[in-house]
């Protein structure tokens, strides 16, 4: 009965493997690096949601800067006006874009693939205007955005940067387990299942319209959390942060790196950051080498032709024809 | 009493512009069943391609038919290179090339012309008509807009093409039969629809400026225009895009806060639509077998 779960086991490692190995990266990264890498994390939070999402449960989203974007503000507004401790924000920014979420999944759940894309994309095109809402603009601080400071390191002797990274990643890897262990649970067969062929789901007792939305808001939740984090290491939010191309950018990460995968939402956020780097640097070498985002569109549309499951997709066939 | 004319006339002079995308939306969504969400900043990139030749000629309606003429082939092009291999791939596959296009579009732009505003002036005389009414440039833009309209649709009734082209659409496998070539009418589709974008891009940039993002919020209208008529149909969408133009203008003036939320109009409209009303006002309803 006690025999070791081989797949718990592999999920153990590699949770003390990635605890490990940021920890270790900490001690090598400089102040710097760490603010990149804490972005970079925040993306992949906000990336592992659409990966639940899009990838697992079969709904389309091209609008998850707005919940990116509400767990910001709510950060914000609960540190800049209520005094919160930045930490103590990201328990309500999450509980906040789940409502969020999970109120849009019910109209989301009469609009099927396209008309979802549809939905989501006027969401994220009407975002960056709502936040500067004059009668809001006391909260949000209208087109100006709100200002506040970075939590303080957690124990003494850490720098804010290095501090703030360290907690995003813990909190990542947790993020990561916890969408590892809910798609290998019976509800996890119920969201890919919902996926790959929804009238079969529903005729094997499965509550369509219960686990699509609860799917939505779990997904708009991983989104407010990225969101919030990236609030954090910004110290500072602003409505055209938050504009229609983070939505977009939020996919394009989430293609690189796998849709279809956990892991893949850490490559993609990876990739958001430092790929765009990468390609800036390149791009300023010559004037005739196109801007990063044109490669990187270009890059998506190649992607769809020959690896349309991105980086991870790509690792775990290769391995695959290995131990075949 | 006036101010209420002037509001619903300047709303039919941008609904029109709205209309242009929404028919562009409507043709490619009916030959292919799937919105291009790129078809904004196809506009805008072929906006900036008559604002370029404008600067080389200095006249704007040589510029405009050039613009029109390339941005047919270039819909040709874009179908038959990079949509294809999609062709019969999962509707996720789709909607990434789209958006891959949309960042091509959008940052080529911004590469090739930087993202500082540029003036394009209008197809239309500045003192054409003497009115406080409506400018001439608003009015020119009703009209012809009523024009390729009326052209595209006689090229659907009457003429061969047109005729193969709608058979692709409502039945390739019948069409193919009979010797229409599917493919080559898909082609042609994105053509006009890249071509009726750019008419709508040149029309609308006097309005709101030419920058490479000039065309998201247009896009966005666009698609309500198109879901408020219905997306399966060209009329329809022509008069959803028209309507959309009115209730916004309307909106901007007489809703209070409405002057800033001309967006989340769009997003209200989208959603309840889809909700309440998915075929639109003069859409057919699809019944799906299972």
Redesign the interface.
């Known amino acids: 009965m006690n025999r070791p779960n081989p797949i718990t086991r592999k999920l153990a490692v590699s949770f003390a493997m990635l605890v490990f190995v940021g920890i270790a990266l900490m001690f090598v990264a400089s102040e710097y690096t760490a603010y990149q890498v804490t972005t970079a994390l925040a993306y992949g939070i906000a990336i592992l949601g659409l990966n639940i999402l899009?990838g697992y449960n079969g709904q389309?989203s091209?609008g998850h800067s707005a919940f990116f974007a509400a767990g910001a503000y709510v950060s914000a507004i609960l540190i800049t006006f209520a005094g919160w401790h930045p930490y103590a924000t990201l328990p309500i920014a999450a509980a906040v874009t789940f409502s969020m979420g999970f109120l849009f999944g019910f109209?989301a759940l009469?609009?099927e693939?396209?008309?979802l894309?549809?939905?989501t994309?006027?969401?994220a095109?009407?975002t960056p205007?709502?936040l500067?809402?004059?009668?809001l603009e006391h909260w949000t601080g209208g087109v100006q955005g709100l200002f506040f400071d970075k939590p303080d390191p957690i124990f003494a002797g850490l720098s804010v940067d290095h501090s703030l990274y360290l907690v995003t990643w813990l909190v990542f890897v947790v993020l990561m387990v916890g969408a590892w262990m809910l798609l290998h649970s019976r509800s996890g067969r119920a969201i890919m299942a919902i996926r790959d062929n929804p009238?079969a789901a529903s005729t094997m007792g499965i509550n369509l319209a219960l686990y699509k939305t609860t799917t939505f808001g779990i997904s708009a939740m991983l989104a407010g959390v990225g969101g919030a984090f990236f609030a954090l290491a910004n110290s500072f939010v602003s409505p055209d942060t938050f504009n229609?191309?983070i939505a977009?950018y939020l996919?394009?990460g989430s293609?690189v790196g796998g849709?279809v995968s956990i892991p893949g939402a850490l490559l993609g956020g990876l990739f958001y950051v430092f790929g765009q780097e990468y390609a800036e640097e390149f791009s300023n070498l010559s004037e005739m080498i196109?801007?990063p985002?044109?490669t990187?569109?270009?890059l998506?549309?190649l992607?769809?032709?020959f690896a349309?499951f991105g980086i991870w997709g790509a690792i775990e066939r290769g391995w695959a024809r290995l131990k075949r | 009493m006036d101010l209420f004319l002037q509001l619903t006339l300047a709303g039919l002079a941008i609904g029109s512009v709205y209309a242009c995308v929404a028919l562009a939306v409507v043709m490619i969504y009916q030959a292919t069943?799937?919105?291009n969400?790129a078809q904004g900043e196809m506009a805008m990139f072929s906006t900036f391609v008559a604002w370029a030749l404008y600067q080389v000629t200095g006249s704007i309606w040589l510029s405009f038919l050039i613009a029109v003429a390339l941005s047919f082939i270039a819909g040709i092009i874009i179908e038959r290179v990079?949509v294809k291999?999609?062709e019969n791939?999962p509707?996720?596959?789709q909607?990434?090339?789209f958006?891959?296009?949309?960042?091509?579009f959008?940052?080529?732009a911004?590469?090739f012309w930087e993202h500082t505003t540029k003036t394009l002036p209008s197809l239309f005389p500045k003192h054409g008509i003497d009115s406080t009414l409506i400018s001439t440039h608003n009015l020119g833009v009703i009209l012809f807009t009523l024009l390729i309209l009326g052209v595209t649709f006689c090229f659907f009734k009457f003429t061969k093409v047109g005729l193969a082209m709608r058979a692709a659409a409502a039945n390739p496998d019948s069409a193919r039969l009979v010797g229409v070539s599917v493919g080559w009418m898909l082609a042609l589709g994105w053509g006009l629809a890249s071509a009726i974008g750019a008419v709508g891009g040149v029309l609308v940039a006097p309005i709101v400026f030419l920058e490479p993002n000039m065309m998201?919020?247009v896009l966005?209208y666009g698609?309500?225009g198109a879901?408020l008529g219905g997306v399966n149909s060209p009329g329809g969408a022509v008069a959803g895009g028209l309507m959309v133009g009115v209730l916004e203008n309307w909106a901007r003036q007489y809703v209070p806060?409405g002057s800033?939320?001309?967006?989340?109009f769009?997003?209200i409209l989208?959603?309840g639509v889809?909700?309440f009303k998915?075929a639109g006002l003069f859409g057919r309803v699809i019944i799906k077998r299972?």
């Open positions: 899009t389309f091209i109209p009469r609009l693939g396209l008309y894309a549809l939905a994309f006027a969401l095109v009407a205007q709502i500067k809402v004059d009668a009238i229609f191309f977009v996919l394009v293609v849709i196109p801007p985002w044109v990187f569109g270009v998506l549309i992607m769809m032709y349309p | 069943d799937h919105f969400f990079i291999p999609v791939a509707i996720f596959n909607i990434i090339v958006i891959g296009l949309l960042m091509i959008n940052n080529l911004g590469w998201s919020g966005l698609f309500a879901l806060g800033e939320l001309g967006l989340t769009a997003l989208i959603v889809l909700m998915p299972v």
